[in-house]
């Protein structure tokens, strides 16, 4: 905490005032297809099913979040191989894909101009397209960090990235 104080403090006040203007441009437009859905005033399928695949990616990125802590807890220099991590290198990053999903599902389920699709998709798209980047960053810095370990090259050969490989 204090090296993100001390970072804090040493960044330039136009910096601070352009990411706090990014970061409020980019809840307001995640918050579209909630604020869309809400205006409906109806509980439509698309509504459901969005909801639903937000709980169960909150569910997966919670549950894995707290698997990976464990073991960071108790060997933290060691990958995480088990649990969520078992079936897929990245179930933190798969919840929180299938969260944005899930809210994408439902705005465009009750929008009905070109101007609300774009504005119920371009948040949630952007956190996607973040989540796959990250995957594909932290892959490769596994890959250096943890070959020589003994489990490791078997369980980056049997898991995907984001997905389960079947």
């Given at each position: 905490m ?7 403090e ?41 909801a ?8 997966i ?61 371009i948040?949630?798209g ?27 090259p ?13």
């Amino acid at each position: 905490m204090a090296n993100v104080i001390q970072a804090d403090e040493a960044m330039p006040k136009p910096v601070k005032l352009a990411l706090w203007v990014n970061c409020s441009l980019l809840l307001s437009y995640h918050l579209m297809a909630v604020y869309f859905a809400a205006n409906a005033a109806s509980l439509s399928a698309g509504v459901v099913v969005g909801a639903l695949t937000m709980y169960a990616g909150t569910i997966i990125e919670g549950l894995a979040d707290w698997q990976k802590q464990q073991v960071k807890n108790a060997t933290p220099h060691q990958p995480v191989l088990h649990g969520l991590f078992r079936y897929v290198r990245h179930p933190n990053y798969l919840g929180e894909i299938l969260l944005q999903v899930g809210l994408i599902v439902a705005g465009l389920s009750v929008v009905g101009t070109p101007g609300e699709t774009l504005a119920v998709v371009i948040a949630p798209g952007y956190i996607i397209a973040l989540m796959i980047t990250e995957a594909r960053r932290v892959d490769a810095t596994q890959a250096t960090t943890y070959w020589n370990h003994p489990e490791y090259p078997a369980w980056r050969a049997r898991t995907g990235s984001l997905l389960p490989r079947l």
